[in-house]
Nanobody, 118 residues
């Protein structure tokens, strides 16, 4: 499985961005797709994940209600719509994939920078 993240940029606080993660490989519907982020000097943290549809999603509490993860299975693409962005959302965002039923995300994209200015 190969993952390619895109869509990062610089935005003012309160603004929006949409990240995309294009996936290639076999059996992608069997993978849970996730977004993680890593801010300077901090550990990488989980942001959101999705299995097959918006009916099976998970978010970290700090983004709940502001970020929405979705998945276009025919395009093998996962999105992260980020609204009401805050300076503390500034980080490199990574998409990742893990096999359903397994704990570890084993496939990672290259990351895309999101910078939110105050």
């Amino acid at each position: 499985v190969q993952l390619q993240a895109s869509g990062g940029g610089v935005v003012q606080a309160g603004g929006s961005l949409r990240l995309s993660c294009a996936a290639s490989g076999r059996g992608l519907l069997h993978y849970r797709m996730g977004w993680f982020r890593q801010a300077p000097g901090k550990e990488r943290e989980f942001v959101a994940s999705i299995l097959r549809s918006v009916g099976d999603t998970s978010y970290t509490s700090s983004v709940e209600g502001r970020f929405t993860i979705s998945r276009h299975n025919a395009k093998n693409t996962v999105y992260l719509q980020m609204n009401s962005l805050r300076p503390e959302d500034t980080a490199v965002y990574y998409c990742a994939a893990r096999v359903t039923g397994h704990d570890d995300y084993v496939y990672w994209g290259q990351g895309t920078q999101v910078t939110v200015s105050s």
